[in-house]
C-alpha cells in the first residue's frame, strides 16, 4: 500500500521568513495531494491540495509543487505569521478500483512553530 | 453551512468498556470516512462508507470495531471491548460524491481507555 514520509517533524521559523515542508510518496498511482492544518484542539483544515495533472498551485501566501517523477512533494509558506503555528500534515490518494475517491494515507506531521 | 460534526468530543472508559462515538457529515456528503490518530502518530485511515455502504473497510484493526450508517447519514463507530491501545483521537470526514477527493474533517473525539 501507499507509504507517505514527511520532514521535518519540527519547524521553527522567525516571522516574515518562508517555511518548507515536504513529503514522498511510494504508490505510483496516487494522483492527489491535499496538505492539512491542525490547530490545537481542532480537527485537520485542508489548506491547499494538488492533482497530478498539475505541477505547481499557489494560493495566497501558500504554495503546493508536486514533482511526479521523484514522487515528492512540498509545501510552501511565505511571509509566516503566528497564526501559521500548527502541524501540517501531507497526505496522498487515488481513485479506488471502482472509480470513487479513496482514503487518504497521512505523513507523520510536522509541528510549525513561527516565532516573534 | 455547517460543518462536521463529532459527538462526544472526548470520553474517558475504562478498559473492557463500550463507547460509541458519532458522526455526522456534512449535509448532503455522500462519503464518509473514520481516521484515527493513536498516540502523536500519523493519522490512519479506518473505513470508508458511500452512502450507507462500507466501501472500504481495510483499516479496521480488529472486530473490536463496528461502523454503522443507517441511512446514508449520520455514523456511528462503537468499540467492544475497549482495550488501552485503543485510545486516541478518532476523526470523521466526509466528501460530497462518489468521484471527490476533498475531505472535510471533524474536530474529532479524544478517546481515553484507562
Known amino acids: 500500500g501507499e507509504n507517505v514520509e514527511q520532514h521535518p517533524s519540527t519547524l521553527s521559523v522567525q516571522e516574515g521568513d518562508s517555511a518548507v515542508i515536504k513529503c514522498t510518496y511510494s504508490?505510483?498511482?496516487?494522483?492527489?495531494f491535499p496538505w492539512y492544518k491542525q490547530e490545537l484542539g481542532k480537527g485537520p483544515q485542508l489548506i491547499i491540495d494538488i492533482r497530478s495533472n498539475v505541477g505547481e498551485k499557489k494560493d495566497q501566501r501558500i504554495a503546493v509543487t508536486l514533482n511526479k517523477t521523484a514522487k515528492h512533494f512540498s509545501l510552501h509558506i511565505t511571509e509566516t505569521q503566528p497564526e501559521d503555528s500548527a502541524v501540517y500534515f501531507c497526505a496522498a490518494s487515488k481513485r479506488g478500483v471502482t472509480g470513487t475517491a479513496s482514503k487518504l494515507t497521512f505523513g507523520t506531521g510536522t509541528r510549525l512553530q513561527v516565532t516573534l | 453551512e455547517a460543518g462536521v460534526t463529532q459527538f462526544p468530543s472526548h470520553s474517558v472508559i475504562e478498559k473492557g468498556q463500550t463507547v460509541t462515538l458519532r458522526c455526522d457529515p456534512i449535509s448532503g456528503h455522500d462519503n464518509l470516512y473514520w481516521y484515527r490518530r493513536v498516540m502523536g502518530k500519523e493519522i490512519k485511515f479506518l473505513l470508508h462508507?458511500?452512502?450507507?455502504?462500507?466501501?472500504?473497510e481495510s483499516g479496521m484493526p480488529n472486530n473490536r470495531f463496528l461502523a454503522e450508517r443507517t441511512g446514508g447519514t449520520y455514523s456511528t463507530l462503537k468499540v467492544q471491548p475497549a482495550e488501552l491501545e485503543d485510545s486516541g483521537v478518532y476523526f470523521c470526514?466526509?466528501?460530497?460524491?462518489?468521484?471527490?477527493?476533498?475531505?472535510?474533517f471533524g474536530p474529532g473525539t479524544r478517546l481515553t481507555v484507562t
Open positions: 470526514a466526509s466528501s460530497p460524491t462518489r468521484s471527490s477527493y476533498e475531505q472535510y
Open positions: 504508490d505510483s498511482a496516487s494522483n492527489y
Open positions: 462508507f458511500v452512502k450507507e455502504s462500507k466501501q472500504d
